[in-house]
């Protein structure tokens, strides 16, 4: 196809371009109906990439895509590559930024970002990225292919929540909605785009809020509270004259004292009681810093205590997973008929709900090669131990309720002992829950 083929914008994102060919716009930031800017309340953006379906090295060019964002010194902005996933829930409002491949038919839509914000405050929420397959990709610049990192590179600036521009004067932007085959010139950033991720999210010091010139640094940028509340406090360190301010972007937080200062200062702060079973996380924004609190849930029997020790359970297999909200009670880890003999494996990972976010580690160990440990990865393939320990699943509370590996017969397993390894640990090992469940087939 020589025509230009349209990128689109958004699922739930509709907005309207009042561009007359007199009226160029150096960029364009996405506004409520209200005119508030849409953007996030953070300065960090942790996705999560599935390259099924793409072409050879999507995952790097995908990754350098963000990096381009990322590398704006005039922006405190930054792509954090979260790892692979499995997951296809392109769309979904779920908190995890998924960019994925798939069919979208030949529809003029090469790629397409969905955006969940709310439309009062223009906060967002969410954001998925899908590359239409029914198009042909590759990453080398071939020029009957469109280039994954030219249009990745445009599309993660609509993660940003800028907008496509359409005024030819706009074709050489990374943000000019229009693409061609073997095009890359949109790999890198125009001033104009620079100047758009710089409005948004500005680098302490830079302008917004703050003094031009003045750098900015906080005490902690994370604090958590247990689900009773409290008060706690975050000191700033500037020169003299150097202003700043700051605010909360949750009703449950409120600053009490310092909510603007020049030079070095405190800012306080209250933390109301949670008296939900979920844990909660809110921002403060102290001079564009971003200091995250975390604060549990309260309900105590509703979820499982995240882990202050090292504790280890072992347990012989159960065929059916035991779900409690105490760890000792617990059977994370269910293996099927092949607990008490019987010829069938179907592992099944069952967890309660957690009072906070851990990652979760599962680990087996094979009868046939009983030295080396096998990792399962987030996207469902497993690494030896030597190559590292990586989490199952990172940052969740659960729970959990999971079929791992289908039903095997055992007549295709190894004979021998066979465990099974479970670890909950928000600390990277500090503290955990590791249980234990071990099985034989004869
Ligand atoms: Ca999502
Ligand atoms: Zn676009």
């Given at each position: 196809m020589n025509r230009k083929t349209l990128l689109l914008k958004g699922l739930f994102f509709v907005f309207f371009l009042f561009l007359s060919s007199s009226d160029i716009l150096a960029y364009q930031a996405c506004k409520t109906s209200g005119g508030t800017d849409q953007k996030w309340t953070t300065s960090s953006l942790t996705v999560y990439l599935?390259?099924?379906?793409?072409?050879?090295n999507s995952l790097s060019a995908l990754q350098a895509s963000m990096q381009t964002w990322t590398d704006v010194s005039t922006s405190s902005f930054t792509f954090v590559y979260g790892g692979a996933t499995t997951s296809t829930a392109y769309g979904a409002n779920d908190s995890s930024y998924i960019v994925g491949f798939g069919p979208m038919g030949i529809n003029g839509t090469l790629a397409e970002t969905s955006i969940w914000y709310s439309s009062e405050s223009g906060q967002l929420y969410d954001t998925d990225l899908q590359f239409n397959t029914s198009y042909q990709w590759s990453t080398d610049g071939s020029s009957t292919y469109y280039d994954v990192q030219n249009i990745g590179t445009h599309e993660f600036g609509h993660f940003l929540c800028l907008e496509d521009l359409y005024s030819t004067a706009d074709s050489e932007k990374t943000m000019y909605g229009y693409a061609a085959a073997g095009e890359t010139k949109k790999r890198t950033l125009d001033q104009d785009d620079i100047n758009g991720i710089a409005y948004l999210y500005p680098s302490s010091g830079g302008g917004g809020d703050g003094t031009p010139g003045c750098t900015y640094s906080v005490s902690s940028t994370y604090l958590s509270f247990t689900s009773s509340g409290g008060s706690g406090s975050v000191s700033v360190s500037t020169l003299p004259g150097c202003t700043w301010s700051a605010s909360s972007?949750?009703?449950?937080?409120?600053?009490?004292?310092?909510t603007s200062g020049s030079g070095g200062g405190t800012v306080s702060f209250s933390v109301s009681s949670n008296s939900t079973s979920s844990y909660r996380i809110g921002n403060i924004t102290i001079a564009n810093q971003t200091v995250t609190v975390i604060q549990t849930g309260s309900i105590q029997g509703i979820t499982m205590t995240l882990p202050t020790t090292k504790q280890s359970y072992s347990y012989a297999a159960v065929s059916s997973s035991v779900k409690s909200t105490n760890p000792s009670d617990s059977r994370p880890v269910g293996v099927g008929s092949v607990a008490t003999g019987g010829g069938t494996l179907s592992i099944q990972v069952v967890l309660n709900q957690l009072s906070g976010p851990a990652d979760i580690y599962f680990g087996i160990l094979l009868p046939d090669d009983p030295n080396n440990l096998y990792i399962l990865r987030s996207d469902g393939t497993f690494q030896a131990m030597s190559s590292g320990l990586v989490p199952w699943k990172s940052s969740t509370a659960g729970p959990i309720t999971e079929s791992l590996f289908g039903n095997i017969p055992a007549l295709f397993l190894a004979q021998g002992t066979y465990r099974i390894y479970l670890a909950v640990t928000s600390d990277s090992f500090a503290t955990y829950y590791l249980w234990e469940t071990y099985f034989t087939v004869l």
């Open positions: 599935n390259t099924a379906g793409g072409p050879s972007n949750v009703t449950w937080i409120t600053i009490t004292s310092g």
